[in-house]
């Protein structure tokens, strides 16, 4: 055994000292790790923490997790928010002030993330926070970058739960974005109802049976939809005038809606789909018998028309083209090699007028056609109607 130690005893020495080292160092190693994790954990919670000007501290709450789908932004079918962490914020006094909850949702693309503190006590949104995200910011002042110049993230400070439309004002080329964080919003309103008892969601039942345009002239400049409606406990049945956004703005016949309902109504409207308000009636003259419409194309300025009809109104005289705000050359747009703007809206008219014939949609200019087709469809059917409906 001597002669053993004396031949294998610094070998062995050796060997046991790089074992204690990788066992300990493994193990240091481990704690490192775990200290890493522990000062991110801290240094996300003190950025959480920020969104409550009172707060002093935050303590993990156990929330439902509300399983709840909504509709993807681009319309390929619907998807179940995630929640991410969710916090009670205290304050000096150790009171609870708050509650944050970081949800991911679904933007332009996945990974959406945003916190959202709610007061406990106001029933509002604080203020929100965008954690983590992939939406696309490689053109400058374009998608989500034209979030942030038009100051979208503005409206969540102090925004009320109790409102009927809680909604968020998109940003035009960021509506998929935009919906991202509508979506984040009003998934952390659901928790937060079925986190605490004492809050609960008001709640309107309206169900859209049938939405058309005005086409009675003598009423067209008062009010451009007819929405026929069945609402309320009772199954309240109702037709109601509405302007260019579907805001109510009469009852025509049938039972009138509550203020709630009312407030409810455009949203019911919009998600319907009867109809789109793309197309508005900006005016209609009497003793001249032209009407003005301005149709939304590739621009939200679009096109304006004006339409002369003849003295027994059955007909049209002419169809103008007032203003264009529209561009086929954009990069965006691709497969157009036609003449420039007013082109594809002069070719359109030319067809209906001459021929009786709405086009299908010019490759390339999409948008602008599809404007088109609306005004045209629009005005065959404003004739049918002038016409007793043949």
Do not use: C
């Not at 979208?152 to 409102?163: H, I």
């Amino acid at each position: 055994m001597k002669n053993f130690l004396n031949k294998y005893g610094i070998i062995i020495s050796l060997s046991l000292a790089l074992l204690l080292i990788f066992i300990f160092g493994g193990m240091y190693s481990r704690y490192m790790t775990n200290q890493i994790d522990v000062h991110e954990q801290e240094r996300y919670e003190e950025k959480l923490l920020t969104i409550v000007d009172e707060g002093s501290s935050l303590e993990e709450f156990a929330s439902s997790g509300l399983e709840t789908e909504f509709n993807k932004p681009n319309g390929t079918g619907t998807y179940q928010p995630e929640l991410i962490d969710s916090f009670l914020v205290k304050d000096k006094d150790n009171n609870d002030i708050a509650i944050i909850y970081v949800v991911e949702t679904y933007g332009n693309s996945e990974g959406l993330k945003v916190a959202f503190a709610l007061s406990l006590e106001e029933d509002d949104i604080i203020d929100m926070m965008v954690i983590e995200h992939n939406e696309t910011v490689s053109e400058p002042g374009q998608f989500y970058n034209k979030l942030i110049d038009e100051n979208f993230f503005e409206q969540f400070e102090n925004k009320d739960l109790d409102v009927i439309d809680f909604t968020v004002d998109a940003v035009s080329d960021a509506t998929y974005s935009s919906k991202g964080f509508e979506v984040a919003m009003q998934y952390a309103r659901e928790l937060y109802a079925d986190d605490f008892d004492d809050y609960e969601i008001i709640e309107i039942n309206i169900q859209v049976n049938s939405v058309n345009y005005n086409y009675d002239l003598t009423t067209i400049n008062d009010y451009q939809f007819i929405a026929n409606i069945t609402f309320g406990k009772d199954n309240n049945e109702a037709s109601v005038a509405l302007d260019n956004d579907f805001n109510y703005l009469q009852i025509i016949s049938g039972v009138e809606p509550t203020a709630s309902e009312i407030e409810a109504l455009p949203n019911y409207i919009a998600d319907s789909g009867e109809v789109s308000n793309s197309l508005r009636v900006v005016s209609y003259d009497d003793t001249t018998n032209t009407i003005e419409v301005r149709v939304r194309g590739y621009s939200s300025a679009g096109i304006i028309m004006e339409i002369e009809l003849n003295s027994s109104l059955t007909d049209y005289n002419s169809i103008d083209i007032i203003s264009t705000n529209e561009n086929y050359d954009d990069p965006y747009n691709g497969g157009y090699d036609g003449a420039e703007a007013p082109a594809v809206e002069d070719e359109y008219l030319v067809e209906y007028t001459n021929n009786d014939v709405i086009m299908d949609s010019v490759a390339g200019a999409t948008r602008t056609s599809e404007a088109m087709i609306d005004a045209l469809t629009w005005l065959d059917q404003l004739l049918v109607e002038l016409n007793g409906g043949s």
